[in-house]
């Protein structure tokens, strides 16, 4: 849980009524688009959940734990620490821009099953301002947000080191 705590902080603030600039909305900031389609990609999201809505925390935070699920089921890496990377910058910027940037690692001679210091190192084609975001999203959960919920007892995350394991 305390990846998942780490995650809602770094969307929204927990903010619950946070519309980003893009239209991403509320504790997950989904855009309209996703929210609309991650129910049928997850059907049980909508069972246990019901109809999309963004605004609901509830909602929100099953369908961010649903999101970063079938995304993981999607993903690989070395590692858990290094599989919840390429999850989570799915989740920010897109899971085909995530296998553009494994298949630019791979090029360049960069172990694609790594995102720290592999892939994370490599641009496939964003702007600088999308890459730059994407690559601190990722750290900032894994490295420096989920160490103070795990402190605060949300469960003990993904092991990522960061100086904090």
Known sequence: MAVFAAQVH????????TVSSAGAQGLAQ???STAEWLPRAVPE??????RPAPFNPGWAFRALVSYDKWLWDRLNGADACQRMAFTLSAYNGGIGWVGRDRKEA???GR???RWFGQVEKVNAGRSASSIRENRRYVRLILLERQYWYRK??????????GGHD
């Open 152 to 161: 605060a007892g949300w469960g003990p995350g993904v092991g990522c080191g």
């Open 10 to 17: 770094t969307e929204s603030w927990w903010r619950n009524g």
């Open 106 to 108: 791979e090029r360049q």
């Open 111 to 113: 172990d694609p099953a």
């Open 45 to 50: 999201l909508e069972r246990e959940a019901g």
């Open 30 to 32: 989904f855009l309209p």
